[in-house]
């Protein structure tokens, strides 16, 4: 681990899933020093660095550091607290996952505003890719020796991005589209579901859900 | 970091589009490298996310293509391994989360051009305005705390310099096929700091000899 023990991090961001969901899981799962920030809206906005949230500070020895993105964040944090493979390829393969994860959310939004002959397009273009992902998360799993993670036989960051990936699309995104929760069921495999219901058990998310529900009453015997 | 037994193909189509920085880490890395432009969509299913670019590294001991794909994923691979990313994790973190917001200005300016309904449409170019100004505002402030050197960290070329250029190629090239007058509309826009960090990148020895086949950005900005 990179990070002292008197290190302290605050999360800024607003009191919802969005897109801030994994870096409360690699705080969590890191077992860090951290709390969360939710800031007056717009007032706040100038006095961030990217005028956006999520925002990263990071205090220690009387200093203090900061960073912003999410997908930068998580990057970041994973690295620090040894959720990212040090061997370059190896954290590649995890974060181009997370990259196309930020493509679906990008071609969900397209198609929810789309309107006229885009949407239909839209739809088609974001189920393709949401399939396309899903095979590729069986894909990977079916060569994983656990069945439980989706690299080694250890939480990593792409365990941790998938789960909040889900959670976003399972939980949260229903209040922008009512049915997204149950399309996005559909379109997964009971070898995902078991991932997902895994990685919620890990004894290092356990005070994650102390906050919040897990997955586990969502999926009845009926979506395995 | 570089051996002389890895060479590279980076699948994408013959434009700039958001695959120019990955040229230019692969020119300024001194690598073998080419590229292929695949039949489109005959081969969507051959690649990894069904999307383009992709990065196949061959090497010659032996072991299988290692492949990936992911535009800024690829960016961050061959900055990292050819020493363009610091290695030091924030100093790393803190030219990554520029990048990071390059794109979302991008997918903001994507949204604003697929939409049709003319209130959205209003909605995603006032959003767009505002990320771009913010990003011109952060990029122009680090620069000149830098020293207005052309380079918005340290003293050599780095990865944030390296897609700071690609991004404004992608914007000022590739976009002017999606609304004509970009050039007029971002161009006065630009800081001087901004201009020079285009001209130091394109003019850099490590850069130098690629030819993008959008041209000189140099030249479109100072014109």
Known sequence: ?224 | MSSSNVSYTLRYFDIVGLAESSRILLTAAGVEWTEEHPEWPQEKPNQPHGRMPVLVEKSTDGSPDFVICESSNIERYLARTYGFLPTDLKQAALQEQLRDLMSDVIVLFTSQVQCKNEEDKAEFQTKFDGLLETLINVQTKLLKDNGNTGRLFGNKLSYADIVTYGFYMTMLVSFAGFKADIVDVIKPKLTPEIVKLISVVESDPLVVKHKSRGGSLAAIVSA
């Not at chain 1, 899981?25 to 660095?49: D, V």
């Not at chain 1, 999410?70 to 954290?91: C, H, N, W």
Request: a negative charge; hydrophobic letters at 40%; glycine letters at 4%.
């Open chain 1, 1 to 224: 681990m990179l990070s002292g023990s008197d290190t302290v991090y605050v999360l800024r961001y607003f009191d919802v899933i969005g897109r801030a969901e994994g870096c409360r899981l690699l705080l969590t799962a890191a077992n860090a020093s951290w709390t969360e920030e939710h800031p007056e809206w717009p007032a706040e906005k100038a006095n961030q660095p990217f005028e956006r949230l999520p925002v990263l500070v990071e205090r220690s020895n009387g200093n203090e550091w900061i960073l912003c993105e999410s997908l930068t964040i998580e990057r970041y944090l994973a690295r620090v607290f040894g959720f990212m493979p040090t061997d370059l390829k190896q954290a590649a393969l995890q974060e181009q996952m997370a990259d196309q994860q930020a493509d679906l959310l990008s071609a969900f939004f397209a198609q929810l505003t789309a309107t006229g002959d885009m949407k239909s397009k839209q739809i088609d273009e974001f189920n393709t890719l949401f399939d396309r992902m899903v095979k590729e998360h069986g894909r990977i799993l079916s060569r994983s020796s656990s069945k439980q993670h989706l690299f080694g036989d250890q939480l990593s960051y792409a365990d941790i991005s998938l789960y909040a990936f889900y959670k976003l699309f399972i939980v949260y995104l229903k209040c922008y589209q009512s049915d997204i929760a149950e399309i996005v069921k559909s379109k997964l495999t009971p070898e995902i579901i078991n991932l997902i219901l895994s990685i919620e058990k890990e004894p290092q998310l356990a005070p994650h859900f102390s906050k919040c529900d897990t997955m586990a009453a969502i999926f009845t015997a009926k979506d395995f």
